[in-house]
């Protein structure tokens, strides 16, 4: 149950995360914007 929890609360903050590294990468090179 711990490790489902943690999964859980992690998951969110790592989209988070790659969301904003994605938009800080498109904004510095909009020629190629990065693809999962």
Not at 8 to 16: N, Q, R, S, W
Request: charged share 20%; with cysteine; hydrophobic share 40%.
């Amino acid at each position: 149950m711990t490790i489902t929890l943690r999964l859980t609360i992690a998951d969110p903050v790592a989209g988070v995360a790659y969301s904003l590294q994605a938009r800080r990468t498109c904004r510095s090179s909009r020629a190629s914007p990065p693809k999962a």
